[in-house]
Nanobody, 122 residues
Framework: QVQLVESGGGLVQPGGSLRLSCAAS?????MGWFRQAPGKEREFVAG????????DYVDSVKGRFTISRDNAKNTVALQMNSLKPEDTAVYYC??????????????????WGQGTQVTVSS
């Protein structure tokens, strides 16, 4: 069983930046970030394969968010720039021990973090 622990959430003004980090207690394959805003379903934000060669992003964050990972440290990060109020949500780190490609569906991920709140507001 792999445990995931997120950090780095907080309150930021529109146009600002935040960096989320997630530490895994063991080896994982594809890792990703999802988010859930109040009253909405959880949605895929970004994912990265273990070699780090392939990444995928939801259209709404392309060009603003960057996902990266450090396999030696079992960590994945999400650099979020040019944040908008609509980015406000609880962000969840996710990982799979089964899939080597980036999936956009939550069912494709085996492990989840507890979530970290990101609030974009002036």
């Amino acid at each position: 069983q792999v445990q995931l622990v997120e950090s780095g959430g907080g309150l930021v003004q529109p146009g600002g930046s935040l960096r989320l980090s997630c530490a895994a207690s063991g080896r994982t394959l594809t890792m990703g970030w999802f988010r859930q805003a109040p009253g909405k379903e959880r949605e895929f934000v970004a994912g990265i394969t273990r070699p780090g060669i392939s990444t995928d992003y939801v259209d709404s964050v392309k060009g603003r968010f960057t996902i990266s990972r450090d396999n030696a440290k079992n960590t994945v990060a999400l650099q979020m720039n040019s944040l908008k109020p609509e980015d406000t949500a609880v962000y969840y780190c996710a990982a799979t021990a089964s899939w080597t490609t980036v999936g956009r569906h939550s069912k494709e991920y085996d492990y989840w973090g507890q979530g970290t709140q990101v609030t974009v507001s002036s």
